[in-house]
């Protein structure tokens, strides 16, 4: 598996409309929330409003990187970094979300995009990471986990058992 992070660009439109298209044609929520808060269709304007480049509204600054596998040119999954965490991020939401496409899922891209992510967070100046998942979602928990992520405790956020993981990056 050969993959890196990428910013959405004019060159990924092709495979970005793709994964998005499957994950819609999926019926269930596309995670991140980032790359679901705008319409995708029209492009132009998606990647404008894409991120959060400084503390807007309450909003803290963001990051959002595609993941690309290199070897099949195709976009697997997306990761949001948030530079920050402000109470409501603190509580839930963390410092990274992350989603793989519907068909791309248990193949590992999970795993190794959290490791690369945490790597942006350190570029970010970010020590600990705070990482959370629906307890249900064994998949996200054990990517979680493998990227060093210790559970904290668990809360209840919407009648949802959300688990909340920290993970040290290179600068602890």
């Not at 064994?138 to 688990?163: F, H, P, R, T, Y």
């Amino acid at each position: 598996m050969n993959i890196e992070l990428v910013k959405l660009t004019p060159k990924y439109k092709k495979q970005f409309f793709e994964m998005m298209d499957e994950w819609s044609n999926a019926g269930e929520k596309i995670i991140p929330y980032a790359i679901r808060k705008n319409d995708y269709h029209n492009f132009e304007e998606y990647i404008a409003n894409l991120e959060i480049p400084e503390n807007d509204r309450g909003l803290v600054p963001d990051s959002t990187f595609f993941c690309l596998d290199t070897d099949r040119d195709i976009l697997v999954g997306a990761i949001n970094i948030r530079h920050y965490l402000n109470e409501e991020l603190l509580l839930n939401g963390g410092h990274i979300g992350d989603g793989i496409r519907p068909s791309e899922r248990r193949k590992g891209y999970g795993t190794a995009m959290i490791g690369l992510a945490l790597k942006e967070c350190e570029k970010l100046g970010i020590d600990r990471v705070l990482m959370v998942c629906d307890k249900e979602n064994i998949g996200s928990a054990k990517s979680i986990i493998n990227n060093g992520g210790v559970l904290e405790n668990e809360i209840l956020v919407d009648g949802v058992v959300e688990q909340r993981y920290w993970i040290r990056t290179g600068l602890s």
